[in-house]
């Protein structure tokens, strides 16, 4: 690659570095204006301490966050609250291993809410994008139209059912079976001060921003053109006010920041490189192309397309896993007489939704990276029947919709 093509193709992408550099100002400006301790005081006092209903809320703001924008950037915004909590839980002075069961329910709310949230939305992985471009090269053109929108007709009630699942492995598998009301002791402040309503009202500007964002994105050829300018100008702008109103220093800015997710990610990328060095990936691809001729019922077929596609994910990146695995379940499906899109769906939301280890996603780096107490044999074991559950949902829930919003 030249250096034009290389600076070209770095501008074509500079949206999603911009996305993960505002998330991150957004992310030191809640903790730095104390607007995630107001937000944990509100849940704590609205849930009377109830950590069923606090991983509730914990799950289901992960999820609409993920919605329209990258989940992993979802995370980064709840930690702020996540660590919050997780604090006022050790100062309840309970015994280590409950608190550390709660500590697990907790993170595991955020990881599956972004997860989740993430294979809901077009936008909200990228495997859901390499679809669009695999359908593109695959049909020889652009033949099937999924857009923003009409993605949210089949992937709602998917993600309704994705939800339900998540929070009973959650409340009968990861929380104390007799779990109490936890007393937490809160600074009340009924009130925001100067600094927080500016705060508060950058972060509304913030959401705002990237959903239009998504949603242009996919509505307006045109915005494809000057998306790079517009996101560049929200950002500097976004920085401006920062600095204007005085609120985030330099200091603030550079505190907090996730090591231990970045050691993490770091770990996750080598392994994604030692998989590329000696092919396992293309291994992988190989003994899942012979494996899945043998199967000739259209709903084992599925199944088994969306199991295998979790179980690779759980061990390598979802990008691998999902560019390796389209074209090959393409010619499957048309060998079986199925409609192709019914099975690739089934791959990209099967290798956004990995649910076991710390590096089968972003998400899960970087909340096992920063929960010290997170128990990692709950998190296998809750994610293993998560999976199981989430093959169920696919293979009952795909073959009725897609076929009737795409065919």
Not at 50 to 70: E, Q, W
Not at 325 to 352: C, D, E, G, R
Not at 365 to 376: D, Q
Not at 378 to 393: D, E, K
């Amino acid at each position: 690659m030249n250096l034009d093509a290389f600076f070209q193709y770095t501008w074509y992408r500079l949206p999603i570095l911009l996305v993960f550099t505002n998330s991150y100002l957004v992310y030191r400006l809640l903790v730095s204006s104390s607007l995630s301790d107001i937000f944990v005081q509100k849940v704590m006092t609205h849930c009377q301490g109830n950590m069923a209903r606090i991983t509730l809320y914990i799950l289901i703001t992960g999820t609409l966050l993920s919605f329209f924008i990258p989940n992993a950037v979802s995370v980064l915004i709840l930690l702020p609250a996540l660590k919050e909590i997780e604090k006022q839980i050790i100062d309840c002075k309970l015994p280590e291993k409950q608190i550390s069961k709660i500590i697990t329910a907790l993170a595991l709310s955020a990881i599956y809410g972004a997860n989740i949230g993430g294979m809901g939305s077009l936008v909200g992985s990228p495997a859901n994008l390499i679809l669009i471009g695999a359908l593109d090269l695959l049909n020889k053109g652009p033949v099937v139209s999924i857009t923003f929108l009409n993605w949210f007709l089949w992937s709602i009630p998917l993600v309704v059912l994705f939800l339900f699942s998540a929070y009973s492995v959650i409340r009968f598998f990861a929380l104390p079976s007799l779990v109490e009301s936890l007393q937490c002791n809160f600074t009340d402040q009924n009130h925001l001060n100067y600094q927080q309503k500016e705060s508060l009202r950058l972060f509304i500007w913030f959401i705002v921003f990237w959903i239009c964002h998504s949603i242009c994105q996919q509505r307006f050829q045109y915005y494809q053109f000057l998306q790079s300018y517009i996101c560049l100008i929200f950002v500097l702008y976004f920085s401006f006010c920062l600095y204007q109103k005085k609120l985030l220093s330099l200091c603030q800015l550079l505190q907090g920041i996730p090591f231990r997710g970045f050691v993490i990610l770091i770990f996750f990328g080598c392994i994604m490189l030692l998989a590329r060095c000696f092919h396992l990936d293309q291994m992988a691809a190989n003994f899942f192309n012979q494996a899945i001729l043998m199967n000739h019922s259209s709903t084992t077929l599925l199944a088994f397309v969306t199991g295998i596609s979790i179980l690779l994910t759980e061990f390598l990146s979802n990008t691998i896993v999902s560019a390796a695995l389209f074209p090959i379940v393409y010619q499957t499906a048309q060998m079986n007489h199925m409609m192709p899109l019914v099975l690739m769906i089934a791959v990209s939301v099967a290798s956004t939704c990995a649910f076991m280890t710390p590096i089968a996603t972003p998400c899960n780096a970087f909340v096992f990276g920063e929960m010290k107490k997170i128990r990692l044999g709950t998190m296998i074991f809750c994610g293993m029947i998560l999976n199981i559950l989430c093959v169920i949902c696919v293979t009952a829930w795909l073959p009725v919709c897609i076929p009737v919003i795409y065919n």
